[in-house]
């Protein structure tokens, strides 16, 4: 039996998040105004400008690991996403104790309980800490530890640790299972897609109502995992990973104004913003074929002089999108140029059309 293991998780665990949601929800939402800085030559000089100065985060990456004591077994039970977790602790206990059963096969049984790797490294250091528990169960639960270590992607073990609590809160919020969003986080360390690419999996993940979240989702864990106490990564794994970050806070203004502009003031649904948003931004040259997707049915359904309003108004929210965002060398000049011979275009059916409403007036007259 596990001394408090009922009990760990319970109040203490859920006190602990009511207090972070309840700050949460008094801090005001302020938007990042440096996401538009120009970046320099040093991948952690332009990085993400964040809550914390960067400056101050590195400071702090090694300090922390001398100012933070151990953490309680609440704490390190609250990172535990697996469900039914103490009833499954003491199943794991109860394997370990059995000295019949081979390691690489109990390795199997207790994965099996705690399919999460980083779920079962906390339960693990949260049993090696009982002090009750048999020296021959010790040494078991010691050697199952160094044979999960071994078997499991240290980036990822580690990065699963340090995001759990984040991905408790973000789930809540958003209403999808923690689990998701730490493999997103740990997915999100390996990448090598641009900030649009991130984008559209996250839209196609989570819908379109949460990109936002799932953006401070990452940016919170990934700077709590920079301070922890124990990193997945290494500062200069880390420099590329704020270069993107940055472009995705870069990304997000750029998104708010883009569908500000678009939404509410035409028929255009914000799914289909977002599609035309991220297209231009990965393919400008397409962009006829963009405008036919996201807006052609409603070019259709107004008049010409509504159709040039709805073109204005889109040349703007493009022309208006940061340069270091397109995935094309001197995109903004092919928009603008382009947008131009659409308006040209539009101007010379619109002419026609009068040309046309007056010849018929002229012709009942007559």
């Keep these: 039996m596990i001394p408090g293991m009922a009990s760990l998780g319970g109040r203490a665990a859920q006190a602990r998040l009511s207090r972070e949601l309840a700050a949460e929800r008094q801090a005001p939402a302020i938007d990042n105004q440096e996401d538009s800085r120009e970046p320099g030559s040093n991948l952690l000089q ?7 100065d960067l ?12 100012e933070l004591k151990s953490e309680s077994a609440s704490d390190l039970f609250e990172r535990v996403l697996e469900d039914d977790a103490p009833p499954k602790a003491r199943q794991l206990l109860a394997l370990t104790a059995d000295r019949r059963l081979p390691l690489t096969m109990l390795l199997q049984q207790v994965s099996q309980l705690f399919a999460d790797d980083s779920d079962l490294a906390l339960i693990l250091t ?7 528990i048999h020296s021959e169960t010790r040494k078991r639960l010691l050697q199952l530890e160094q044979s999960l270590r071994e078997r499991a992607n240290p980036k990822r073990l580690q990065a699963g640790i340090n995001s759990a609590l984040k991905a408790r809160l973000y789930g ?5 299972r923690a689990s998701v969003l730490r493999e997103n986080y740990r997915d999100f360390l390996e990448s090598e897609g641009n900030a649009a ?19 401070g989702f990452l940016e919170e864990s990934l700077l709590t995992d920079i301070q922890g106490q124990d990193p997945s990564c290494s500062l200069h794994e880390f420099g590329p990973l704020l270069v993107l970050l940055g472009q995705l806070k870069r990304l997000r203004s750029a998104d708010r104004l883009f569908v500000g502009t678009l939404v509410g003031h035409f028929d255009v649904s914000e799914l289909d913003c ?10 400008p040259h397409a962009l006829d074929d ?4 996201a807006v052609g049915p409603i070019l259709l359904q107004v008049d010409v002089q509504g159709r040039a309003s709805l073109l204005q108004c889109v040349r703007r929210a493009c022309l208006a999108l940061p340069e270091q965002l397109f995935a094309e060398d001197h995109a903004l000049l092919y928009l603008a140029e382009r947008f131009t011979q659409l308006a040209d275009s539009s101007f010379a059916i619109e002419v026609l059309m009068q040309r046309h409403r007056y010849g018929l007036h002229k012709a009942q007259q007559g």
């Excluded at 949260?126 to 009750?132: F, N, P, V």
């Design 172 to 176: 809540q919020r958003m209403a999808v």
């Design 126 to 132: 949260l049993l090696l800490r009982q002090r009750d």
């Design 55 to 66: 400056a101050q985060v590195m400071a702090q990456f090694r300090r922390r690991q001398f």
């Design 46 to 52: 332009h990085a993400v400008q964040s809550s914390d």
């Design 290 to 293: 963009l405008l036919q997707q």
């Design 274 to 283: 977002l599609a035309l948003l991220l297209g231009i931004l990965r393919y």
């Design 197 to 215: 690419d991130h984008y559209e999996q996250w839209i196609a993940l989570y819908g379109p109502e949460h990109r936002h979240s799932v953006l």
